[in-house]
C-alpha cells in the first residue's frame, strides 16, 4: 500500500515543477532547478533579491538526491523518509499545493466524459522509542466508488493538467468528497489495525521502566514539579502513538476505464 518508490516520487515531483532531470540512474538523481524552486527549497533570499535589483535573469542550482542507501557516501543528499529535505518537500507540498484540480489531456473531436477521482496522499506517522513514517497514495471513483492504492504510481502513466481539453466534459461526483475521505481513512484505520504492533509493545514496556527509575531517582518526592516534568518529557518520547495527516489531494478527471 505505502509509496516506497521514493526515487520515482521526487523524479515526478521535480517534473511536475517544471525542472529538468539530467540524470537518474541507480538512486543518484540530479536536477536542474528553476528559479521558483531554488527560492523555494535553496535558502539563498539574499541571492535573488540581489539579481533582481541588478536585472539579472539569476542562475538557478543544480540539485543531487540520493535515494540509494549503497550510495549515500557519493556527493550529494542523502535523503529518505525523515530526512530534513524530504520534510521540507513535503512541508511545500502541505503549504502551498495541498488540494487541486486536474484533467486527464484529450486529444478528441467528439464529446468525452471525463470522470472525477478524488486523490489524496496520506502519511502514516508512527510514534513511540523509535519513529516511522509511511506514505499512502489512495484514489476513489466518486462516481461507481471504485477504490485504488498507489494512486500516485497509476497516474503517472497520464498528461495531466489544470484545463479542460477540447470536447470533453466532467461528469458529477454521486459520492460527496467527505463521504469519500471517510471511505477511505476506514481503509486506512483497517490497514492500521491489521499489522503487527509489537514496537508498540516494547515502547510502552520500555517507558514503564524508565518511569519506574524516575521514581525510584525521586523516592520520597515523587510529587515533585520536576519529577512531573522529566515524566511527562519520557511519555512523550515512548509513548506509542499513530497519526495519520493528509498531506495533499485533490480531483482528478480521467477517461473512463482508464484505471
Not at 542550482?61 to 542523502?78: A, C, F, S, V, Y
Not at 521502566?209 to 520520597?220: A, D, N, P, S
Request: negative net charge; aromatic residues 10%; charged residues 25%.
Amino acid at each position: 500500500m505505502a509509496i516506497t518508490n521514493l526515487n520515482q516520487f521526487l523524479t515526478d515531483y521535480f517534473s511536475a515543477k517544471d525542472c529538468e532531470i539530467i540524470s537518474n540512474h541507480d538512486g543518484v538523481i540530479q536536477i536542474q532547478l528553476n528559479e521558483q524552486m531554488d527560492r523555494e527549497l535553496m535558502n539563498r533570499p539574499f541571492y535573488w533579491h540581489y539579481i533582481k535589483k541588478i536585472g539579472r535573469t539569476g542562475d538557478p542550482m543544480q540539485l543531487t538526491l540520493i535515494t540509494n542507501p549503497q550510495k549515500r557516501d557519493e556527493q550529494g543528499e542523502w535523503i529518505h523518509f525523515g530526512s530534513p529535505r524530504l520534510q521540507q518537500i513535503m512541508n511545500h507540498l502541505k503549504e502551498k499545493e495541498k488540494f487541486t484540480k486536474l484533467f486527464q489531456s484529450m486529444d478528441v473531436t467528439e464529446k468525452t466524459a471525463l470522470h472525477p477521482w478524488l486523490v489524496i496522499n496520506f502519511k502514516i506517522s508512527y510514534q513511540g522509542q523509535h519513529k516511522k513514517d509511511e506514505i499512502i497514495s489512495i484514489g476513489l471513483h466518486l462516481v461507481n466508488g471504485m477504490m485504488k492504492l498507489d494512486m500516485m504510481n497509476l497516474l503517472t502513466k497520464f498528461s495531466l493538467q489544470t484545463t479542460i481539453s477540447d470536447y470533453c466534459f466532467t461528469l458529477s461526483p454521486m459520492i460527496k468528497i467527505k463521504s469519500g475521505y471517510l471511505r477511505m481513512e476506514a481503509v486506512l484505520s483497517n490497514y492500521i489495525e491489521e499489522q503487527e504492533h509489537t514496537w508498540a509493545k516494547k515502547s510502552s514496556e520500555l517507558l514503564e521502566e524508565e518511569i519506574q527509575t524516575l521514581k525510584h531517582f525521586y523516592q520520597g518526592d515523587e510529587e515533585s514539579e520536576q519529577m512531573q516534568k522529566e515524566q511527562e518529557a519520557l511519555m512523550k518520547r515512548y509513548q506509542p502513538n499513530i497519526a495519520m495527516n493528509v498531506i495533499n489531494g485533490g480531483i482528478v478527471y480521467l477517461q473512463q476505464d482508464a484505471l
